[in-house]
């Protein structure tokens, strides 16, 4: 019995080092149905082990929908996805979304804002815009979370 006790302790106090579960790797992702740059980057979620669901509303109800998240207005991009409590908007890359998820800051969650060419769903041959991923706090403000180079 006190073996079993300790197993279960230490299996517990591994558990918050442990990699993102498959439950946590699903992300709704709210978008106009007319956009195509979304549906690449569900793709490139898809392709980077992320399972994604598609919700399609329309233009100025999804904005409202970004901002009652906690999405500030100036880090808006096309789409939205929620994933394990978090917010992720615009291009972001999975690698960073997986980072979010095995940090787990206090935020909102990430924000690539506008459409930076060369980030995952705005594929356009070589060129690259340099861009940066933020890091949203539940007061707004941001930090950068992690930057591309353009080219």
């Known amino acids: 019995m006190k073996r079993s006790i300790m197993a279960l302790s230490c299996a517990l106090a591994l558990f918050p080092f442990a990699k993102v579960s498959a439950e946590q790797s699903q992300i709704d992702v709210y978008k106009t149905n007319s956009c195509g740059c979304c549906v690449a980057w569900m793709n490139h979620l898809d392709e980077n082990g992320f399972e994604t669901t598609g919700h399609d509303m329309f233009g100025g ?12 207005q100036r880090m808006v991009s096309c789409h939205m996805g929620l994933i394990d409590g978090y917010v992720i908007e615009g291009h972001v890359p999975a690698a960073d979304i997986s980072r979010l998820l095995e940090e787990r800051p206090e935020a909102v969650g990430l924000a690539v804002p506008k459409m ?3 980030s995952p769903g705005m594929d356009q041959g070589s060129r690259r815009d340099a861009y940066d991923v933020f890091l949203i706090y539940e007061d707004g403000s941001t930090e950068v979370f992690a930057s591309y180079p353009g080219n």
């Open 61 to 72: 109800t999804l904005v409202r929908f970004k901002l009652d998240n906690g999405v500030p």
């Open 116 to 118: 930076p060419l060369g």
